[in-house]
């Protein structure tokens, strides 16, 4: 069950793929990493899926990464007298914290922490995006805005304030008990919405208490100027274009993109491009052009991975947009005009046993023409090293520890297996051989690079390279 390909797929469970027939073709299909939304679904949903996967995973016999994506705040107006009124470009509206029922004069905004941010001037988006208002007059419990654009607005539409940032933790009551259940069940890794500051990733940090790692969607714009200190304290990243599509313009988003996608990568942390890669697919056997061209940049861009979202939780055609997606990543890969790209966004180096061992392999790998780089791991930070050197060749990662195997499933070109630990030297080599055999990294008379550290099983002590011959 080797993938042809280094970019990973974050496939979205759902409604459209429930079944053990239906998760299990995904895998096949080219999903590496399962997504649970906790925005949908009962715990006892989200449990069958998690149950799912780990029976599949014992199946082929391949650690399968999960992720769970926390829902974070809602921002919603409140109801209408009517269901709805129509906002006119230009007229006066109020929102307040009155829980009276609305009208076209005004609307209950339950959110007093919105109250205490804005300010004159301050830019209101209604409904994704569609109306837009700004604050003309302003309280503790109320704002009086100006309708820049108008339309219809209908009951509990989402608001977004994109020029503030909200005192507003990202963990609400809901997401906190959806912590405790993800963490007691098992996931991987927990993305957390609603970041807009360092602070929100050191929150969730501790209460995760190292037992997952830690994905920030970077979905706010308060979030970007404040993106190097995010990628730091966070284990991934995630480009969530949704909102930065809403709260920023949409010709600025690609610019961002690449921005995420590059601090990502210089850091050492896999970054995940999201948000409507394959979206016509959700109704349509094949996408777009241009859908097809963004999945394609996102990859040229270097990231780590690329995520469906209703595409194969809600949509007709889930098992078709991975397939899609698979070839899509598989081709980009294959142009040479990739590695060019790569090797022109090469980041240096720094100035540590890990990334000197790294980037020593990727050199002999290259110069020596091996079959692959393999390395020995107990957390997984060497191999986030390798990853981040983006070596022509496949880097097969064996690590005694199958929740590390498990979370590296999302890492660019990581093959993950297993294995018992190492005791001895003579060891190393010859599992690194046997293994790569077995898994058709490597063929008979083929030559690998392994990295490992000694005293062997001691996180962080990447400190041997070993060239190897592949033998009968």
């Known amino acids: 069950m080797r993938r042809q390909r280094k970019a990973k797929i974050l496939a979205t469970l759902g409604p459209a793929s429930s079944t053990r027939d239906q998760i299990s073709a995904l895998f096949k299909a080219g999903a590496d990493v399962f997504r649970l939304n906790f925005s949908h679904g009962a715990h006892e949903d989200h449990k069958a899926r998690y149950d799912t996967i780990r029976e599949i995973e014992e199946e082929v016999e391949r650690p399968i990464g999960i992720l769970m994506d926390l829902q974070g ?135 995760i208490g190292g037992r997952a790692r830690l994905m920030a969607k970077l ?131 720094q100035p540590t046993g890990n990334d000197a061992i790294s980037a020593a392999a990727a050199q002999v790998a290259h110069t020596l023409s091996v079959a692959a780089i393999v390395t020995y791991t107990t957390s997984g930070t060497t191999v986030l090293r390798v990853a981040r050197e983006r070596p022509e060749v496949p880097i097969l990662t064996l690590t005694a520890k199958l929740d590390t195997a498990r979370a590296l499933s999302l890492a660019w070109g990581a093959h993950c297996v297993r294995t018992a630990d190492i005791k001895r030297f003579s060891d190393m080599v010859d599992k690194a051989c046997r293994i790569a055999l077995h898994e058709g990294i490597a063929k008979v008379g083929d030559r690998l690079v392994i990295t490992a550290g000694v005293p062997f099983g001691t996180p962080g002590s990447t400190n041997i390279l070993r060239v190897a011959w592949v033998e009968e």
């Open 219 to 349: 979905e706010k714009p308060a979030a970007i100027d404040r993106l190097e200190e995010i990628v730091d304290l966070s284990d991934a990243v995630m480009v969530a274009r949704g909102d930065l599509g809403v709260e920023m313009p949409p010709e600025d988003v690609p610019g961002i993109q690449k921005r995420i996608i590059a601090a990502g990568r210089k850091a050492g942390k896999p970054v995940v491009v999201a948000t409507q890669m394959l979206d016509s697919m959700v109704h349509s056997p094949a996408p777009t052009r241009a859908e097809a061209s963004d999945v394609a940049t996102a990859v040229y861009d270097g990231a780590d991975a690329v995520m469906l979202s209703a595409e194969t939780a809600s949509g007709q055609y889930p098992l078709e947009s991975v397939a899609m997606m698979n070839r899509i990543i598989e081709r980009v890969e294959r142009d040479p005009a990739y590695r060019r790209i790569l090797d022109a966004q090469h980041p240096d180096p």
């Open 73 to 207: 705040p809602k921002l919603r107006v409140g109801a209408f007298a009517d269901g709805s009124v129509e906002l006119k470009t230009g007229g006066k509206f109020r929102l307040d914290l009155d829980a009276a029922k609305g009208d076209a004069k005004r609307v209950q905004l339950p959110h007093p922490e919105i109250f205490e941010a804005v300010k004159i001037g301050t830019n209101l988006l209604l409904d994704d995006g569609k109306l837009r208002l700004q604050v003309k007059k302003c309280g503790k419990d109320f704002a009086e805005v100006e309708i820049l654009v108008g339309g219809k607005l209908s009951d509990r539409k989402g608001v977004n304030v994109p020029d503030v940032v909200l005192p507003l933790s990202p963990l609400t009551k809901k997401d906190r008990a959806d912590l405790r259940y993800g963490l007691d069940l098992g996931v991987d890794w927990v993305a957390m919405s609603f970041v807009q500051r360092p602070e929100d990733v050191a929150e969730l940090r501790k209460l």
